[in-house]
């Protein structure tokens, strides 16, 4: 994985948008408040309040669904609690609205990333996880650039470009690939094309961006409790604006749809059967 000081960060960055390569920023987060939250502040900031924590999305059987569905209801500090105690567990909070949560916490990076010369969309998405927890392998359904910057820990990123996608036998209609990444051993003989998989695989630490270009597949494992937060970067040309902005509108409905009685039952047998087809195994 190409990585670079924060000296080199602006251009190296721009090159890497340019030619749509991911690329680690290594400490260029350093300064950033978030990088000297402890889980103490993070548990004071958040009082009483309780949250759904999300788990595995394979162990839970919801192979096709965006979000996947809340496993427990937790008071968010005790959460928080269990992460510095770095206690195992498949918990995490998936893009995460912490700037609703702990409004007197110092939110603002949006400006901090236009120092990279790209004008992000102000609104953080947190993501925090329990050592060995996962995010299943998937690429962002509207279809952005994007800005994910780590703390309070290490994640391993798993990284595939749109090419890979038939090696990694995305599940028809959806952004999701059939692999369970967590479970690689025992679904390799399943899955042959997986010999062929190219890609790229970093450690980020506290401090660390990684560029995410648009489509690109990623799974990643909490290698300690930590917690990252990413920024969707606004499209730079009209194509992308609009694939963009009908990737969005697409993803949405599919995700609403979804809560209708019998909806994601029927598009689970859909997916089988075209899954079946295209690769000639099943899902
Ligand atoms: O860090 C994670 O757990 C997932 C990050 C992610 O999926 C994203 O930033 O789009």
Redesign the pocket.
């Given at each position: 994985m190409p990585e670079c000081a924060p000296s080199h960060a602006h251009d190296a960055f721009r090159q890497a948008r340019l030619q749509q390569k991911p690329i680690v920023l290594r400490g260029f987060a350093s300064d950033w408040p978030a990088n000297s939250w402890t889980w103490r502040d993070l548990a004071r900031a958040v009082g009483s309040q309780s949250v759904g924590v999300r788990g595995s999305a394979f162990a839970n059987g919801q192979s096709t669904t965006f979000f996947p569905k809340p496993i427990a209801q937790k008071r968010l500090s005790t959460y928080f609690e269990q992460l510095q105690a770095n206690e195992a567990s498949s918990e995490?909070l998936?893009?995460f609205n912490l700037r609703a949560k702990a409004p007197s916490l110092p939110h603002e990076n949006a400006h901090r990333l236009g120092r990279l010369g790209c004008r992000v969309v102000n609104i953080p998405?947190y993501?925090?996880?329990a050592r060995g927890?996962?995010?299943r392998i998937?690429y962002?359904f509207d279809w952005v650039d994007?800005l994910?910057t780590?703390f309070l820990g290490q994640?391993r990123?798993l990284l595939f470009d749109p090419s890979q996608s038939e090696n990694l036998y995305q599940i028809p209609g959806t952004v999701h690939s059939a692999v369970d990444f967590g479970n690689l051993e025992s679904v390799a003989a399943r899955f042959d094309r997986l010999r062929y998989l190219q890609g790229y695989e970093v450690v980020l630490n506290p401090g660390d961006t990684l560029f995410?270009p648009k489509g690109y597949w990623?799974h990643?494992t909490?290698l300690t409790g930590s917690f990252?937060v990413?920024y969707r970067i606004w499209p730079n040309t009209l194509g992308s604006a609009f694939k963009t902005a009908r990737t969005f509108v697409a993803g949405s409905l599919d995700i609403l749809i979804n809560y209708l009685p019998g909806v994601a039952a029927w598009q689970a047998r859909r997916r089988a059967s075209a899954f079946a087809a295209r690769y000639g195994v099943p899902l």
């Open positions: 995490r998936f893009a998405a993501f925090f996880g927890s996962e995010t998937h962002d994007l994910l780590h994640k990123v995410i990623h990643v909490y990252s990413t």
